[in-house]
């Protein structure tokens, strides 16, 4: 077994609602993982074992654990619905809940979902997801890549729809746009890489039940983690 266990941390707003989960599962980095620049951070021994963790994009756990950099990470269903990795998925913490929508401008929402055998410009980071859900429906999906104000390619004529991520749709309201259909319910999963599942067993296992406790204890509105009330669960997945 190697001497290390290899975390992926996701940056951003996620990585807030991670810490708790971690701590529970003692597992709390050595440094200030919000504030320091390193993008590798060491973590507690378990074990005898070093914990590291690696801090990156949200778009890379993914493949740094799919890849065998990380034996363990988390990440958004949304991502692992568009690039479906080789990982395990033992839970879903319940955390960073949002959805996959399509959405477009009030008028032309509200003058109905394009008919099959219609065609359609869409603006998206999910480009799988987007022409796979259209196809099904069959409607040719002219699918526009970006990687973020999607928003705004409707308002521009760039776009008739787009698929986006929306949490409290405050950005959409203030763009004139509106939900459409929802896809995919979301929230942050742990993944592992199957090789590291069975090498590193003894390790990851208790971890995996360690952090499922702390999701119940979360989901009780009276009980605490690390002694502060958390609210931040899911209500679905």
Known sequence: MSDILTIAL????????????????????????????????????????????????????????EQGAADMGISGRDLLLEHRPYVYEPLDLKIGCCRVCICGLKDAVEQGEPQSGSRIRVATKYDHLAENYY???????????LYGGMELAPLVGMADRIVDIVETGSTLKANGLIEEKTLY?????????????????????PIVEQLREAIVQQ???????????????????
């Open 10 to 65: 996701s940056k951003g707003r996620i990585l807030e609602q991670t810490l708790p989960l971690l701590a529970y599962a003692h597992l709390t980095p050595l440094e200030d993982v919000q504030t320091t620049r390193k993008l590798m951070v060491d973590g507690p021994m378990i074990q005898g074992v070093q914990v590291r963790f690696l801090i990156i994009r949200a778009a890379d756990v993914c493949t740094y654990v």
């Open 135 to 145: 196809l099904s429906q069959g409607i040719q999906a002219e699918i526009i890549h």
């Open 185 to 205: 319910d979301i929230s942050s999963r742990l993944v592992v890489n199957p090789a590291s599942s069975a090498t590193k067993r003894t390790l990851i296992h």
């Open 219 to 237: 989901s009780k509105p009276e009980e605490t983690i690390n002694g502060e009330h958390d609210s931040s669960g899911c209500q679905s997945s």
